[in-house]
């Protein structure tokens, strides 16, 4: 089968000339970011807004050629629009302030998701993957959930969505009506994962522009009804995509996962600073595999140099939330789709969970136990 390389999808992205300026696709500095993958092809046409409207048959035309190219099993356009100034750009959440517009990815996406019956909007995040974020997030929400809230949880996580399996709901699909998708329900929680909405393998192909545009129509085409508080589980990072989000969507706050060690403690720094330059509130940090406890004697043993997260909080000057202690429970109870606050709530780590939430609660209702108004940052 022919190799299928950028070189050769571009060679045939240049036979595609936009009739009105004259110039060729790739010439016009038109193509984005191009994503192979065992034969299916991804692109996108980052093209001046004012074209926006009349680029379709321009994008249905250069999906096809490149459909056509032989070795290529799939292919994707997906029109976006340029930031001002130009098509190309990118850039790294701690590599400065994003400019006017914001990095690449982002570029038709100016002001705020307005989620009108949406209380808060809390997100969970971590600086690097696998250190348990899914896992407290979804913990958290149905903690939440325990306190009485109107609780949503949207899985964000392109990258690895384990919602679905985590709330018991895999293979499950929502409904759609004309105008919305409906949230699916499970253990009191509305839910939307953007594992509902596409092949198990195919998030890992998505990159920048294109999670941005599912995330942002799965996030304003679901029908969330009223929530007290919606959780996002957001990709893990601090790259464009998770500073995208923070912008776009009316965060009341950010809370950051992190487990002890050092490492996962520096990139927790980075997601806190990344919350920071975009003035999202970080409303705390959480030590997830922070200990152990010996379920047959008792024994504490602190594995990973316990309390990383407490100190790191002190010195960002940052609440500090909570510990939750490594057990196999914990992992289990999530791999079988009834995570350990709804099968085990009077265990102590489903009460690490319900302190923590109680915490969070607090914090985003004021002191005083009045709801406080959502903060939103222009
Ligand atoms: N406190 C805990 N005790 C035991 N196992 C845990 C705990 N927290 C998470 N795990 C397990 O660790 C694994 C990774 O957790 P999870 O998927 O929540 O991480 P993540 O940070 O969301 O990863 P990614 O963002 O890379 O998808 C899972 O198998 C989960 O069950």
Not at 66 to 87: D, K, M, S
């Amino acid at each position: 089968m022919a190799e299928i390389t950028r070189e050769r999808i571009l060679d045939e992205l240049r036979s595609i000339i936009h009739a009105d300026s004259g110039s060729d696709l790739v010439s016009a500095g038109w193509v984005g970011e191009v994503v192979i993958r065992d034969g299916h092809v991804t692109f996108t046409l980052e093209v001046p807004p004012e074209l926006g409207p009349e680029m379709e048959p321009v994008r249905a035309a250069a999906e096809k050629a490149v459909h056509a190219l032989p070795g290529v099993l799939t292919a994707t356009a997906v029109l976006t629009a340029q930031r001002q100034g130009g098509g190309q750009g990118g850039g790294q959440a701690g590599g400065g302030a994003p400019e006017e517009g914001g990095p690449r990815g982002q570029q038709a996406l100016h002001g705020k998701l307005a989620l009108g019956s949406v209380r808060h909007i809390v997100a969970v995040a971590s600086g690097k993957g696998g250190v348990g974020k899914s896992t407290t997030a979804a913990n958290l929400a149905l903690a939440l959930s325990r306190l009485g809230l109107k609780v949503g949880l949207f899985d964000a996580d392109i990258y690895g969505p384990s919602m679905p399996r985590m709330l018991g709901l895999a293979g499950a699909e929502p409904t759609t009506t004309d105008s919305a998708i409906l949230p699916l329900e499970n253990h009191g929680l509305k839910i939307m994962s953007i594992g509902f909405m596409v092949p198990e393998d195919a998030p890992v192909i998505w990159r920048g522009p294109m999670v941005i545009g599912a995330l942002e129509q799965l996030l304003r085409d679901v029908e969330w009804g009223e929530l007290d508080v919606m959780v996002i589980d957001m990709p893990p990072g601090t790259g464009d995509t998770q500073l995208t989000i923070s912008q776009r969507v009316p965060l009341s706050g950010a809370v950051i996962v992190s487990t002890p060690q050092d490492i996962a403690l520096l990139d927790a720094r980075k997601g806190l600073n990344m919350f920071r330059k975009v003035e999202v509130p970080v409303l705390g940090l959480i030590e997830n595999m922070s200990y152990y406890v010996c379920p047959n004697c008792g024994h504490r043993e602190e594995l990973f140099a316990h309390g990383g997260a407490k100190r790191t909080a002190e010195e960002m000057d940052c609440p500090f939330l909570g510990e939750i202690p490594l057990d196999i429970r914990i992992r289990e109870t999530s791999d079988a789709g009834t995570p350990i606050v709804v099968a085990e709530p009077d265990s102590p780590h489903a009460k690490a969970y319900a302190a923590i939430a109680q915490a969070l609660k607090d914090t985003l209702e004021g002191d005083d136990g009045q709801p406080m108004p959502a903060i939103t940052v222009s």
